[in-house]
């Protein structure tokens, strides 16, 4: 993830491990092929949810943050991205 690789000397690899790991298992299934331009609040609502729903509030303060993260990247560097469904987090296609 381009994002990941951004902040990857600042955390510990174990702490990059878990980060991609709630990414890929959190928000991908329901938003991993839209492009971040096409994501609301409320998609990014409908990844946290099942979390806040059951009490795993930690959980989904991070993911909330790791996706607001994810988007001020993205911002700044004027990406509109999408990950495929079928490729790994770490194969970010650009569409121009």
Not at 1 to 13: N, R, V
Not at 27 to 50: M, N, Q, R
Request: glycine content about 2%.
């Amino acid at each position: 993830m381009q994002w990941l690789d951004l902040i990857g000397h600042l955390t510990a690899s174990q702490t990059n491990i878990k980060i991609t790991s709630r990414i890929k298992r959190l928000a991908f299934p329901l938003h991993g092929d839209k492009l971040i331009t096409k994501i609301k609040s409320y998609d990014v609502l409908e990844a946290i949810k099942p979390l806040i729903d059951k009490r795993q509030l930690e959980t989904s303060h991070r993911l909330h943050y790791e996706i607001s993260s994810i988007f001020a990247y993205a911002i700044v560097h004027k990406l509109p991205i999408t990950i495929p469904r079928n490729q790994s987090p770490s194969k970010y296609q650009r569409k121009k």
